[in-house]
């Protein structure tokens, strides 16, 4: 199984995130190593604070993002397109630790069941994905720029700052990752230089995005509260955001840009092939073999298609939002009745 490409053609370009045949196992290992040590920090956290009202709201909001990064969107002008990452908004409706612990949801049960993304490579998908946005853009970023008595204004440039911030670090950490493991001939200049302006125009419609959601629950009168404070319209929220979930993994899924995303778009730019071969021996074999094993639904389409179909592009969204609904609120649930134990 070459899992230099792990982009289903029936979505779109899927993946900003990196194959394993990006990395060296020395590099994947200690990213998984460093993205376990946060994940389980941020799990001793939530124990601590997790109300069990917001546990579906949380379920409910990784879902959602699983979902609409099936949807890639066409950037214009450049033949590429880019997916919300979801970092951000997840950190500011539920705090950061809550956000890395659905994003690393979302991401094993891509790489998993879907083949969306190596697993010598979740260490730093989870990493890039998950904890710069919610531990570097939304504390150092959007929090000084929208609490206190910031308006609407200084609110929507801070999402949006946040955003371009969160997905310029994350395509960085891909660059400094790739060149470390020293496994392509990508150099270090060109791959930055081919990277960061198109992840920048991701990172900006991931804003509008994000933005839009957020005005959504707030005219809605869905607003949620400070992850901290009792979470009264958390019920209407979670059956909203479910409604939404369907939706795009259901349906809106259909329309995802077939152009490759900014991850595979530069490497074609700078290589000038549009897969990079990987390794059938080692760990590289090891873990191909394994992922081969546990994807139901590889690339989002059935086993052996060559070609995928709007039904199986569905099933795909609404098993994946549900299989990560499962895992995070069953995640929430145990480390809940570990606190009411302790």
């Known amino acids: 199984m070459d899992q230099a490409d792990d982009c289903g053609p029936n979505v779109g370009g899927l993946c900003m995130h990196m194959a394993d045949a990006l990395l060296s ?23 601590q604070e997790l109300d069990g009202n ?54 094993v049960i891509q790489a998993l069941f879907f083949a969306d993304g190596g697993l010598l490579a979740l260490g730093c998908n989870i ?30 440039l801070a999402v949006l700052l946040g955003a371009v911030v969160g997905l310029q670090l994350g395509a960085f950490g891909v660059v400094v990752e790739t060149v470390l493991s020293g496994r392509t001939a990508l150099t270090f200049r060109a791959f930055l230089l081919a990277m960061q302006p198109i992840h920048l125009a991701i990172g900006l419609v991931e804003g509008v995005v994000t933005l839009s959601l957020l005005a959504f629950l707030q005219k809605a009168r869905l607003e949620l509260p400070r992850p901290t404070e009792q979470a009264d319209t958390a019920g ?25 995303d900014g991850l595979e778009w530069a490497i074609q730019r700078v290589t000038g092939q549009s897969e990079l071969q990987g390794t059938a021996s080692g760990w590289h074999g090891r873990l191909a073999r394994v992922q081969a094993t546990t994807a139901v639904l590889p690339d989002y389409q059935f086993k052996g298609s060559q070609e995928g179909s709007r039904a199986v592009t569905s099933l795909s969204g609404v098993m994946g939002g549900a299989m990560t609904l499962v895992l995070v609120a069953g995640a929430g649930w145990i480390l809940h009745l570990r606190k009411r134990r302790a």
């Not at 939304?138 to 206190?148: C, D, S």
Request: charged share 10%; net charge positive.
């Open 25 to 47: 196992p020395a590099v994947g290992g200690i990213m998984w190593a460093a993205s376990a040590a946060a994940v389980a920090r941020s799990s001793r956290k939530i124990q």
């Open 54 to 107: 917001r546990i579906p709201l949380m379920g409910m909001l990784a879902a959602f993002v699983f979902t609409a990064q099936m949807i890639n969107f066409s950037i214009p002008g450049t033949g590429s397109s880019g997916h919300l990452g979801g970092g951000l908004l997840l950190a500011i409706l539920l705090g950061p630790d809550a956000a890395l612990l659905a994003t690393a949801s979302v991401l």
């Open 127 to 156: 990493f890039n994905l998950g904890f710069l946005p919610a531990f570097v853009a939304y504390p150092l970023v959007f929090r000084p720029l929208a609490t206190g008595k910031a308006g609407q204004l200084p609110r929507a």
């Open 236 to 260: 209407r929220a979670t059956v909203a955001l479910g409604l939404l979930t369907l939706l795009l993994g259901g349906w809106v899924a259909w329309y995802a840009s077939k152009h490759p």
